[in-house]
């Protein structure tokens, strides 16, 4: 069991950057695959950013080059670095954490967030 708490959103205008924290706690002895999704109300949540158990990471096409998924184990956080912000980007962003590297890749995470909104003007 692990809880997870998000935090760094915000308002900005469009071309800025946030970084997005995820802090970890609970059982954090093992190994979890973890991964950032957003979701805009009334749509479907689209997974943006995942850092596979054998430390892969994967980006959706249309955050590549502009999202950063990175994590500071001794610190039990994940980040996203989020830079060249669009209003597209506008979302509520949660993270996501597993021990199955297969729910991972599935997007059937086990343990979520309660996100945090990122707002983005033109």
């Known amino acids: 069991q692990v809880d997870l708490v998000e935090s760094g959103g915000g308002s900005v205008e469009a071309g800025g950057s946030l970084r997005l924290s995820c802090v970890v706690s609970?059982?954090?002895?093992?190994?979890?695959?973890m991964g950032w999704y957003r979701q805009v109300s009334g749509q479907e949540r689209e997974r943006v950013a995942q850092?596979?158990?054998?430390?892969?990471?994967t980006y959706a096409d249309s955050v590549k080059g502009r999202f950063t998924i990175s994590q500071d184990n001794a610190k039990s956080t994940l980040y996203l670095q989020i830079n060249l912000l669009e209003p597209e980007d506008t979302a509520t962003y949660y993270c996501?954490?597993?021990?199955?590297?297969?729910?991972?890749?599935?997007?059937?995470?086990?343990?979520w967030g309660q996100g945090t909104q990122v707002s983005v003007s033109s």
């Open positions: 609970g059982d954090t002895d093992n190994n979890y695959c």
């Open positions: 996501a954490a597993d021990i199955s590297q297969y729910r991972c890749r599935v997007g059937a995470y086990t343990y």
């Open positions: 850092i596979d158990l054998d430390g892969k990471i």
